[in-house]
């Protein structure tokens, strides 16, 4: 048995995911790329890119990563590329998106003749905290006012536009769609190709896809673009657990059990976001509270209910662990950096990495 913690990734609900992609694509047009600040799990690449056309990433680093290892269209788009840097995103890149009026005009000469895009932030969003907020006040990602946009746009390609966050209604994605084509039809109707971003949870079980495929193509076919998705945890909810041992258990007023891993190291945006992640199997009468290793006083994952009393040594699964949970994980308190190992569709459980005290020696100097 692998020793814990480690994160598990199902490859049977990964292909259940996937089987949305090959859907989207197929009914809709649109071209789906994976978006790898969520998810970078290389080992898992080969299943994901049969059924995606490729990735979007926020940085240098990821979009080598997406040329090297899941391979197809590569997006390259950041707030805000560097000077030193520009050169090798564009090497690697199919597409490079430029956040800003100033950082398009600062680097367009460089882009080599690859398409260029531009970030367009329409100002209305559907997010529901104001820290992942696209069109929160003030916000420096990308440009709203359609004049700026316009000065350019003989020389732009496309743009991006992400302003859904965890939108599982249709209904939402298609309202907000209807206002950028109110302020921005003029603008879409002289591009290539149109990012509409990440966000649309269209892998929760009961999301209306086919509304949603049908509204993308009509969309695609009004303004004669392209339509590209950037989807991230619509690509990995419910595939992933973080696997993980009993240490400690306790009574101060309710049960507790403490466990070999930690919110804030291995599922930090349980902390940022104040949720907690669905635990064991979710039934028995049993209720615990599941808290991590750290000192810190609130690492808490959440409650599971267990069929029976939890006992040292016990493991226990800590579920929707896929997305911005690898990519986040830190050595905070010095524990150990959960393994990853991915169920294949037969069963069998393979460990494709393990860390060790050296790489906590290594991450530091
Ligand atoms: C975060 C992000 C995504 C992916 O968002 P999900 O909510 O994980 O689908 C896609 N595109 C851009 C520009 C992003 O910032």
Redesign the pocket.
């Known amino acids: 048995m692998i020793p814990t913690p480690y994160y598990l990734i199902d490859e049977s609900a990964l292909m259940r995911n996937m089987q949305v992609m090959d859907r989207i694509r197929e009914r809709s047009g649109a071209k789906l790329l994976l978006?790898l600040?969520?998810f970078a799990t290389w080992s898992a690449f080969d299943l994901m890119s049969p059924h995606m056309d490729g990735t979007?990433s926020?940085s240098l680093y990821e979009v080598k990563l997406g040329r090297q290892k899941f391979g197809k269209e590569t997006h390259a788009?950041s707030v805000a590329f560097s000077d030193h840097e520009i050169d090798e995103v564009v090497a690697h890149s199919d597409k490079i998106i430029f956040n800003s009026l100033n950082q398009f005009l600062r680097f367009e000469s460089r882009a080599g003749g690859k398409p260029k895009g531009l970030?367009l932030n329409p100002g209305v969003s559907c997010a529901g905290f104001d820290l992942a907020d696209p069109a929160r006040p003030f916000s420096r990602l990308g440009e709203t006012d359609p004049e700026r946009i316009l000065s350019i746009i003989d020389r732009l390609d496309g743009v991006?536009i992400?302003n859904?966050?965890?939108n599982d209604r249709f209904e939402s994605f298609d309202a907000l769609l209807g206002q950028v084509e109110q302020r921005y039809g003029d603008i879409l109707r002289r591009l290539k190709w149109v990012s509409l971003?990440?966000?649309?949870s269209f892998t929760e079980p009961g999301y209306a896809v086919d509304a949603l495929c049908d509204r993308l193509k009509r969309f695609a076919q009004d303004y004669g673009v392209q339509v590209y998705l950037?989807?991230?945890?619509?690509a990995v909810r419910h595939t992933t657990t973080l696997e993980v041992s009993v240490l400690d258990v306790g009574f101060r007023g309710k049960n507790l059990a403490v466990v070999d891993s930690s919110t804030e190291a291995h599922m930090l945006d349980l902390l940022i976001y104040r949720e907690t992640a669905p635990i064991g199997q979710g039934r028995g009468e049993h209720a615990y509270e599941i808290c991590g290793k750290t000192c810190l006083a609130g690492d808490i994952f959440g409650e599971g209910l267990f069929e029976q009393p939890l006992q040292v040594g016990d493991r226990i699964s800590i579920g929707d662990a896929g997305?911005?949970t690898m990519v986040k994980k830190n050595w905070f308190n010095g524990i150990d950096m959960p393994a990853i190992a991915i169920r294949k569709a037969d069963g069998s459980v393979r460990l494709v990495r393990a860390f060790s005290f050296d790489d906590y020696v290594g991450s530091l100097s």
């Open positions: 978006a600040k969520c979007t926020s788009y970030r991006m992400h859904n966050c965890e971003g990440g966000g649309i950037e989807p991230g945890e619509a997305g911005y």
